[in-house]
């Protein structure tokens, strides 16, 4: 079974997230704060709130950070990938989500960051 789970707060045209069987398929998190629509002005600070929100989509899911397999990491600047590495260390400590990093020259909006992930319950 698949299921289509709708962004909240406006229609947007692709899913918040993808059920397909035990596998949830989340889209790109960026670092806004979801109640204030404002970006933190560093990677530290946009990655954190972007595995916050990462973490809300999952759990009201019924899934955890624990779940994730995979995760797509997209910078946009080469030289954030050792901050970004620190924050992400802290909530990906075992059993760690095979990982693919690549630098582009922008994002939507403020966002210096963005993550998606693949989750899987079994």
């Not at 947007?12 to 949830?24: E, H, K, M, Q």
């Not at 916050?52 to 990938?81: C, F």
């Not at 620190?86 to 403020?110: C, D, H």
């Amino acid at each position: 079974m698949i299921e289509y789970i709708p962004f909240r707060g406006g229609k947007r045209p692709f899913s918040t997230a993808v059920r397909a069987g035990n596998n949830l398929y989340v889209s790109g998190q960026v670092g806004i704060d979801r109640e204030t629509g404002a970006y933190p002005p560093t990677i530290e600070g946009q990655t954190k709130q972007a595995i916050i929100n990462l973490k809300t989509v999952l759990e009201e899911q019924g899934y955890a950070l624990s779940h994730v397999v995979k995760m797509v990491v997209i910078l946009t600047r080469k030289e954030d990938i050792a901050a970004f590495n620190k924050i992400y260390a802290q909530y990906f400590v075992t059993n760690l989500p095979a990982r693919t990093l690549m630098v582009v020259s922008g994002l939507v909006g403020e966002a210096i960051m963005e993550l998606d992930a693949i989750a899987v319950k079994e």
